[in-house]
């Protein structure tokens, strides 16, 4: 049963246009989401987050966007940089959960 | 500062063969976790330590164990590694008591091959 889900493995985007990398989740109690970013044989590191009593948060050239009814959220990267190639994850948790679910990633590749 | 480390960094084992997987941080903190990484599957949880000498079981706990040695290191261990825990493991801290809220900071990763 996969709670969060990134529906699309992988993405391909020209430099210094917009990528929008989407995932979707279908607990309802899920109440606080983040991006994590990973490169090859690294670990994944906190990209940018947001609480389910805000629809957008946003940093640099990151923002992420959340629609509850559609139990829906995405991550905006404007614009697009050839070092923002990287797997992307989104992950969710529940209020008060030690746990934080993941999807399944997306791989994003920037190309000049 | 290294943040978290994890050796080793790649291991191959026998089915049936046990091993102990390292984790430290050096950023005094409290909780730390042990996942892992499966193709199509995204990080799942293994086990977690909310504080020093306290441990809990995560989403796919079965096979494994794990021991919070002190604040600075978790360990994870594979009594009888099966071909179906060939995997990347990542250990991750935070800072506090383990809301998901803050940030977790991953090692590098260990890549385990289990024939």
């Known amino acids: 049963d996969q709670q969060v889900k990134q529906n699309s493995p992988s993405l391909s985007v020209q430099e210094g246009r917009i990528s929008i990398l989407n995932c979707d989740y279908t607990n309802s109690m899920f109440d606080y989401f983040l991006w994590y970013k990973k490169y090859p044989a690294e670990g994944p590191t906190f990209l940018i987050s947001i609480s389910s009593i805000k629809d957008k948060n946003e940093d640099g050239r990151f923002t992420v966007f959340l629609n509850k009814s559609a139990k829906h959220l995405s991550l905006h990267i404007v614009p697009s940089q050839p070092g923002d190639s990287a797997v992307y994850f989104c992950a969710a948790s529940v209020r008060g959960a030690q746990k934080l679910v993941f999807g399944q990633g997306t791989r994003l590749t920037i190309n000049p | ?115």
């Not at chain 2, 994890?6 to 997987?21: D, E």
Request: aromatic share 10%.
């Open chain 2, 1 to 115: 500062n290294a943040g978290v480390t994890q050796t080793p960094k790649f291991q191959v084992l026998k089915t049936g063969q046990s091993m102990t997987l390292q984790c430290a941080q050096d950023m005094n903190h409290n909780s730390m976790y042990w996942y892992r990484q499966d193709p199509g599957m995204g990080l799942r949880l293994i086990y977690y330590s909310a504080s020093e000498g306290t441990t809990d079981k995560g989403e796919v706990p079965n096979g494994y164990n794990v021991s919070r040695l002190n604040k600075r290191e978790f360990s994870l261990r594979l009594e009888s590694a099966a071909p179906s825990q060939t995997s990347v493991y990542f250990c991750a801290s935070s800072e506090g008591r383990g809301t998901p809220r803050e940030t977790q900071y991953f090692g590098p990763g260990t890549r385990l091959l289990v024939l």
